[in-house]
């Protein structure tokens, strides 16, 4: 069983910068595809960004491409997403996600644990 904790949300400006961290334990997260995806109120979750297990591969939502980056560390077993020019819309509770494969997918089903969430709010 893969545990998996969110952490760095906040408050931040529009234009401002966040990096968010997600800790796995439990498992072998070297091996593991991870993924960042967001749900704002009223609305569905949905893919952010996916990195495949060496870090080599990385897919981006059209919204966010450009803007976010996601990496990881697999010698501290976390995965990370640095968020610049964040924008009002980037308001949602994020979540990341652990893929028992190698390489990731923006579709939520293939996505085996989940974390519990931080939430992002960014004002005008």
């Known amino acids: 069983q893969v545990q998996l904790v969110e952490s760095g949300g906040g408050l931040v400006q529009a234009g401002g910068s966040l990096r968010l961290s997600c800790g796995a334990s439990g498992g072998t997260f070297s091996t593991y595809a991870m993924g960042w995806f967001r749900q704002a109120p009223g609305k569905e979750r949905e893919f952010v960004a996916t990195i495949s297990w060496t870090g080599g591969s990385t897919l981006y939502a059209d919204s966010v491409k450009g803007r976010f980056t996601i990496s990881r560390d697999n010698a501290k077993n976390t995965v990370y997403l640095q968020m610049d020019s964040l924008k009002l819309e980037d308001t949602a509770v994020y979540y990341c996600?652990?893929?028992?494969?190698?390489?990731?997918?923006?579709?939520?089903?293939?996505?085996?644990?989940w974390g519990q969430g931080t939430q992002v709010t960014v004002s005008s």
């Open positions: 996600a652990a893929h028992t494969s190698p390489y990731g997918s923006s579709r939520l089903d293939r996505y085996s644990y």
